[in-house]
């Protein structure tokens, strides 16, 4: 692949974004009532046709939870909810958003996609300037991805039908918040 761009659909995991998962009862309406589901299909194929790699960031721990931090607000329950355990059905992204084969996938135990993990050498190694972003949540991994790439200098681009909060506030809270450092777009408007 020639191009300078990644799509990075991040967190779209089965404990989140599945009706049976622990998101089911939020994320999961949300996203219905948006089109988030068909956005996210609409956005991958679009990428693909274009040569554009598609990358995965899926957080998980291992069976062992050794790197889930007790302390966090946002993960301290995961170990007590048997959730984000790696090699389990709910770490695994949701079938109609799979990865292929060649599709790299990032693994992270943090909000953010960058902090210890392989996020940045893949993008430095294939010559990425420009990450395309979508997900759940949009004040969690996506705010953290847009931040920091921004700060690594990074173009950013968010595809605001292609995210969502847990509630409507939260999405379009933490979208108000992100226009300063992002391009905000949606999966029929990007071009790749």
């Known amino acids: 692949m020639a191009s300078d761009t990644i799509l990075l ?3 779209m995991l089965n404990d989140l974004v599945h009706p049976n998962g622990m998101g089911g009862k939020s994320y999961v309406p949300l996203m219905q009532d948006r089109g988030v589901f068909d956005a996210t299909e609409l956005a991958i194929s679009n990428a693909r046709a274009a040569g554009v790699m598609v990358g995965y960031v899926r957080v998980g721990f291992s069976a062992d939870y050794a790197e889930c931090p007790a302390g966090s607000p946002v ?14 059905w709910g770490t695994e992204v949701l079938d109609r958003f799979a990865p292929q ?3 790299p996938v990032i693994v992270k135990h ?8 392989k996020l940045e050498p893949l993008l430095r190694a294939q010559g990425i300037r420009r990450l395309v972003l979508s997900g759940v949540s ?3 991994v996506v705010s953290a991805a847009v931040r920091e790439g921004h700060d690594r200098d990074y173009e950013c681009v968010i595809l605001e039908d292609c995210c969502a909060g847990a509630t409507a506030d939260e999405h379009a809270y933490a979208m108000s918040g992100l226009r300063r ?9 990007i071009t790749f």
């Not at 993960?75 to 389990?88: M, T």
């Open 138 to 140: 949009t004040n969690g």
């Open 75 to 88: 993960f301290s329950k995961a170990r007590d909810n048997g959730v984000f355990r790696l090699g389990q």
């Open 181 to 189: 450092f992002a391009q905000v777009t949606s999966a029929a408007d």
């Open 110 to 117: 943090r909000v953010s996609p960058f902090y210890g993990t």
């Open 9 to 11: 659909v991040m967190d």
């Open 101 to 103: 084969p060649d599709d």
